[in-house]
């Protein structure tokens, strides 16, 4: 107990503070240590002394909890203001090389330090946050108005389909290995796959690509072109060692063992079904997730009957320009798969069916948990602290139906509904 802690420390040798002299303690703040004053309080008095004075909380703290319930009336848009700018840029090393590129355009004083910290509990940061954005407003605009939604309009498509929803297992392993490819000469990576790719020497400079052919996409090379020719040297070095330090660490977390199914599992994409190594990557799937209905020869059966079936381009094709194409979720692509019938009109593939379906619930990682939790927390506002569980998961089916539809004016309107 801290009080009596405190008492020890007081009365241990070599200190040895007379507790007759001990009159008063504070607090941090107004609600807490009371406990601690009574505690101390009955242990003085039961040994004859006169006690402690009244508990003396932080007048600062005092003043600071006024200030800060009139910020809260008046000047609370500026001070998200300052908190959303300043975490825009420090949680963010690319919207920050992004800024800086702009603040460049307007030929300003290079400023490393960007945006003051705005702290919400310490109302006296608000005032010079505040400041050096009015210092630089017309920056602030040009860069949210005009430079972030170019950029968010050219967002890579490996992010883009980290963040998106629906299963993304069969894409993972191919996902993982780009990054080799990033920094490996082409003639050393070859045709390798899975561990003859990884068993690659990453380290062996020879095997290296030359420093102005490593691939760091081409918006990067863009930004990086009004730059020095030392510097653009200096950061490409820098973007190439945290290639390798991240393949490093993928080939240390990733046994064999999924790195084998990871692979395995990149031939259920549709542009893969035609692949030779596909029939030997099933057989091993289906060994590991036996088929609900017939067997390892049936899913094997049927998988060779997939392949010589014609897939119109629309199956997996969602949109398709001369620039791009967006490809069908892979649940949906499987769907459509599933929904072809023999001449007797029986399901196609029953056996390969199960199989697959079970393999798209594997989880490529957290962010739906994480998302879901994210959605949750936002939904239990300081005024509605008593929602109950079947309230909550009454309120996320509507929000993921609506979602689902493309928004509310989407959502049909049946007899069920009204």
């Known amino acids: 107990m801290v009080a009596e802690r405190i008492l020890e420390t007081l009365t241990q040798e070599g200190i040895q503070l007379p507790l ?24 003085l008095t039961e ?48 919207h920050t090389f992004d800024y800086l590129d702009v603040q460049m355009d307007f030929q300003m004083d290079f ?5 003051i910290r705005h702290v919400h509990s310490r109302w006296l940061t608000l005032t010079p946050a505040l400041e050096r954005i009015v210092k630089k407003w017309d920056i602030l605009k040009e860069y949210f108005l005009k430079r972030a939604p170019q950029l968010a309009a050219t967002q890579s498509a490996a992010t883009a389909a980290a963040l998106k929803k629906g299963p993304l297992i069969h894409v993972l392993y191919d996902e993982l290995n ?84 990871l692979r395995d599992l990149s031939y259920l994409q549709p542009l893969m079904k035609d692949e030779p190594p596909s029939i030997n ?23 060779k009957l997939y392949q010589s079936q014609e897939i119109p381009r629309d199956w997996f094709i969602k949109s398709e320009t001369s620039e791009s194409i ?17 001449l007797t009109g029986g399901q196609k593939y029953l056996s390969l069916s199960s199989v697959v379906k079970s393999d798209l619930c594997l989880a490529h990682g957290n962010a739906e948990v994480e998302r879901s939790l994210s959605i ?11 929602l109950s569980d079947e309230a909550i998961n009454g309120m996320r089916i509507v929000k993921d139906v609506v979602q689902v539809n493309g928004g509310v004016h989407k959502v049909p309107t049946t007899r069920g509904v009204i």
């Open 281 to 303: 990557a099933i057989k091993r799937i289906a060994s590991k997730v036996p088929p609900v209905h017939g067997s390892t020869d049936c899913v094997l059966s049927e998988w």
């Open 326 to 342: 967006i490809f069908q979720r892979i649940d949906v692509y499987w769907n459509k798969v599933f929904e072809s019938k023999t």
């Open 111 to 115: 400023d490393e330090s960007l945006f």
């Open 376 to 386: 949750s927390k936002r939904m239990i506002s300081s005024d509605r602290t008593n």
């Open 178 to 261: 780009s990054t080799i490819q990033g920094f490996i000469k082409t003639d050393i990576i070859g045709d390798k796959r899975g561990e003859d790719l990884l068993a690659i020497d990453i380290n062996d400079v020879r095997n290296h690509l030359n420093i102005r052919d490593v691939d760091v996409g081409h918006t990067t090379q863009q930004a990086m072109a009004k730059l020095s020719s030392d510097q653009q040297k200096g950061l490409t070095l820098r973007m190439k060692q945290f290639m390798i330090k991240t393949t490093e660490y993928l080939v240390l977390r990733f046994p064999t063992e999924v790195q084998q199914l």
């Open 20 to 43: 007759s002299k001990l009159r008063s303690i504070c607090s941090d703040g107004p609600n807490v240590n009371k406990t601690v004053w009574k505690v101390l309080n009955e242990k």
């Open 47 to 94: 040994v004859g002394l006169s006690g402690l004075l009244p508990l003396i909380p932080c007048n600062i703290h005092v003043a600071h909890n006024a200030f800060r319930t009139g910020l809260d009336s008046i000047g609370e848009d500026s001070e998200d203001l300052a908190l959303d700018i300043h975490r825009w840029l420090h949680l963010s090393p690319c």
